[in-house]
C-alpha cells in the first residue's frame, strides 16, 4: 500500500521559469492538500483539494500559483515566474474520505524541494 | 480555525518521559487533536489523534482535559531517535473547513 508520492523530490528552477509539482495521493484518499516549509518554520498551508474542485485555497497566494487535483492522476502546484522567495520544502498530503474516528488525519509525501536560482 | 500554541523546545535525556503540552483555546465542537513528527528533510509523520479524555498508542499518550482548551502528548522513556520536531494540528477534514492549522512545532532534543 503506497504512501503520498510526491516528485520530483528536488526541483531547480531560474528566476522567471515555471516550477510544476506533482502529487499521487495514497490509493483511495480523495482529499488532498499542499503546504509549504520554509528553512527553520513550520508547515503553512496553502491549498485543499478534493478531486476536481478546489475546496480552500486562502493560504495561496494570489499570483502566481495553481493548484489542480484532476479526475485522473495527480494532484498538481504550479508556480510561475518562480522568484527566489519562493524556494522552499513543497509537501502534500492525503487524507481518507469519511473514515470514522480519524477526521483531520493526513498522510503526509516526502516533499518537494524547490532551489529558485 | 482554532490557533495552537507550542514550546518552542524541549530537551530531554534517553529513557526519560517527555510531555509536550499544546493550548488550543478556540478549539471548536467538531475539531480533534492530532500530533505529526517531523525529521530533517521529511514529511511529518501521524502520532496520535484525539477528540477527549485519553488516547493510547504503541508510541504515545494524549491527554485531554475535559474543556479541550489544551493537550498534552506523552513519550514514554524517550531514546535518541525522537530528537525531532513535534506538531500539535487542531481541525476536521470532513467538513468544508478541510484546513487545519500547523504550529510552529515543538523541537525536542533528546541527549545521551
Known amino acids: 500500500n503506497a504512501g503520498v508520492m510526491q516528485n520530483p523530490r528536488h526541483l531547480v528552477r531560474r528566476r522567471g521559469q515555471e516550477a510544476r509539482l506533482r502529487c499521487s495521493p495514497v490509493?483511495?484518499?480523495?482529499?488532498v492538500y499542499w503546504y509549504r516549509q520554509l528553512p527553520e518554520e513550520g508547515l503553512k498551508f496553502m491549498v485543499y483539494?478534493?478531486?476536481?474542485?478546489?475546496?480552500?485555497e486562502s493560504g495561496m497566494p494570489k499570483e502566481r500559483f495553481s493548484a489542480e487535483f484532476p479526475k485522473e492522476g495527480p494532484s498538481i502546484l504550479r508556480i510561475q515566474q518562480v522568484v527566489r522567495g519562493d524556494s522552499a520544502a513543497y509537501f502534500c498530503?492525503?487524507?481518507?474520505?469519511?473514515?470514522?474516528?480519524?477526521?483531520?488525519?493526513?498522510?503526509f509525501g516526502p516533499g518537494t524541494r524547490l532551489l529558485v536560482l | 480555525l482554532a490557533k495552537t500554541t507550542q514550546p518552542i523546545s524541549m530537551d530531554s535525556y534517553e529513557g526519560q518521559e517527555v510531555n509536550i503540552t499544546c493550548s488550543h483555546n478556540?478549539?471548536?465542537?467538531?475539531?480533534?487533536i492530532t500530533w505529526y513528527q517531523q525529521f530533517p528533510s521529511q514529511g511529518p509523520r501521524f502520532i496520535i489523534q484525539?477528540?477527549?479524555t485519553k488516547v493510547t498508542n504503541e508510541v504515545a499518550s494524549l491527554f485531554i482535559p475535559a474543556d479541550r482548551k489544551s493537550s498534552t502528548l506523552s513519550l514514554p522513556r524517550v531514546s535518541l531517535s525522537d530528537t525531532a520536531v513535534y506538531y500539535c494540528?487542531?481541525?476536521?477534514?470532513?467538513?468544508?473547513?478541510?484546513?487545519?492549522?500547523f504550529g510552529d512545532g515543538t523541537t525536542l532534543t533528546v541527549k545521551p
Open positions: 498530503a492525503s487524507s481518507p474520505l469519511g473514515t470514522p474516528g480519524l477526521d483531520g488525519t493526513q498522510y
Open positions: 490509493k483511495g484518499h480523495s482529499h
Open positions: 483539494l478534493q478531486k476536481e474542485n478546489i475546496i480552500d
Open positions: 478556540n478549539i471548536a465542537t467538531n475539531d480533534y
Open positions: 484525539g477528540y477527549k
Open positions: 494540528l487542531v481541525g476536521a477534514s470532513n467538513t468544508n473547513a478541510g484546513k487545519s492549522t
